[in-house]
């Protein structure tokens, strides 16, 4: 059996609390290497996006996708870019279906996206990336 750990930060049930360490969730694969999707948790992974160079959001996203444990959302929350840029962030949706945007006609500031980002999510877990970030594989 292989072990997988993720490193991520903890809001259960969609109550955000500021946790006081990260916490570690263990993943394990059976024998044949395939993960059981009906025992693995989904983490939703809530990146506020706004006025963050392009080649840096490209990285943290691609950074996510590439993640070994695929039980993943991925929402993304335009926090009041202007139009092109909104268009750019747009476009990750085809990339990946478990990507979802969300966008803010105005910006307002960090914490409003990020709640943004956990309202909209569907996932047993919450785990914040913000977009000038790269996530390395565990």
């Given at each position: 059996m292989k072990n997988y750990s993720v490193k991520v930060i903890i809001a259960t049930?969609?109550?955000?609390?500021?946790?006081?360490?990260?916490?570690?969730?263990p993943l394990h694969v059976g024998?044949?290497?395939k993960k059981d999707a009906d025992?693995?948790?989904?983490?939703a992974i809530i990146i506020p996006i706004y006025n963050v160079e392009h080649t840096l959001v490209e990285n943290c996203?691609?950074?996510?996708?590439v993640q070994t444990y695929k039980e993943i959302e991925i929402v993304l929350v335009d926090d009041g870019n202007d139009k092109d840029y909104a268009e750019f962030i747009e476009r990750f949706?085809?990339?990946?279906?478990?990507?979802s945007v969300y966008r803010h006609?105005?910006?307002?500031?960090?914490?409003?996206?990020?709640m943004s980002g956990v309202k909209h999510s569907n996932s047993d877990y919450?785990?914040?990336v913000d977009?000038?970030?790269?996530?390395?594989?565990l």
């Open positions: 049930h969609k109550k955000y609390q500021m946790p006081s360490d990260d916490m570690y969730l024998a044949e290497g025992k693995l948790p989904k983490v996203i691609n950074s996510v996708i949706k085809r990339i990946d279906n478990r990507i006609e105005q910006n307002q500031g960090l914490y409003q996206a990020r919450i785990a914040f977009a000038d970030d790269t996530i390395l594989n």
